[in-house]
C-alpha cells in the first residue's frame, strides 16, 4: 500500500510541475498582449534586400502618423470630388445648351448639383427659356396652319359649289336653247 501511496505521490508531483509549466508559458505569452501600445515597437525595413536593415518605432507613433496621413488624403479626395462635380456641372450645363433641356434626361444626382452649382442653375433656366419660346412660336406657327388649312378647305368647297351651280346653269342654258 505503501508503494501505491509513493506511485501517487509521484505522479502528483509530476502532473503539479508539469502545470507550473504550463502556467509560466502562458504567463510569458500574456506579457506582450498586456503591454501598453505606448510601449509597443515595431521594426520598419529601411530597404529591399533580403535582410534588410530594421529601424524600430513605437506603434503608437505609427498609428497617429497613419492618422494623419488619412486625413490629408481624405482633403485631397474631397477637394478632387467638389472638382469634379464642378466639371460634371459645366458640362451638363453645355449639354443643354448645345442640345436643348428637352434632349436632356435627368437623375436625382444632377438635381443635387442644379442647386449646388450656379453655372448649371443658369443654363437650365435658360434652356427652358428656349424651349418655351420656340413651343410657343411653334404653337403659332402650327395655329397659322390650322386657320390656312380650314381656309382652304373653305376655298375648295365654295369652288364645288359654284361649279356645280355653273353645270346646273349650263344644263339649264342647253335644255333651252336645244328646245327652242
Given amino acids: ?10 505522479d502528483l508531483e509530476l502532473l503539479s510541475t508539469q502545470f507550473e509549466e504550463q502556467l509560466s508559458i502562458l504567463k ?9 501600445l505606448a510601449e509597443e515597437m ?7 534586400s533580403p535582410e534588410p536593415q530594421m529601424r524600430h518605432v513605437h506603434l503608437q507613433n505609427r498609428i497617429s502618423e497613419f492618422q494623419k496621413e488619412v486625413l490629408a488624403k ?5 477637394q478632387l ?10 458640362i451638363i450645363a453645355l449639354a443643354v445648351e448645345v442640345l436643348g433641356h428637352n434632349k436632356i434626361f435627368w437623375n436625382q444626382d444632377v438635381g443635387h448639383m ?8 443658369k443654363a437650365l433656366d435658360i434652356s427652358a427659356g428656349r424651349n418655351q419660346t420656340w413651343k410657343e412660336g411653334f404653337e403659332g406657327t402650327l395655329n397659322e396652319l390650322t386657320l390656312f388649312e380650314n381656309r382652304v378647305d373653305e376655298l375648295a368647297s365654295q369652288t364645288k359649289e359654284t361649279m356645280h351651280q355653273q353645270q346646273k346653269a349650263r344644263s339649264f342654258y ?7
Fill in 1 to 10: 500500500m505503501e508503494s501505491t501511496y509513493n506511485e501517487h505521490i509521484a
Fill in 28 to 36: 510569458a505569452s500574456e506579457l506582450p498582449l498586456n503591454a501598453s
Fill in 42 to 48: 515595431i521594426g520598419i525595413p529601411l530597404d529591399d
Fill in 74 to 78: 481624405q482633403k485631397v479626395i474631397e
Fill in 81 to 90: 470630388v467638389d472638382e469634379w462635380n464642378s466639371t460634371r456641372a459645366e
Fill in 114 to 121: 442644379k442647386q449646388s452649382y450656379p453655372q448649371l442653375a
Fill in 174 to 180: 342647253l335644255g333651252f336653247v336645244r328646245a327652242n
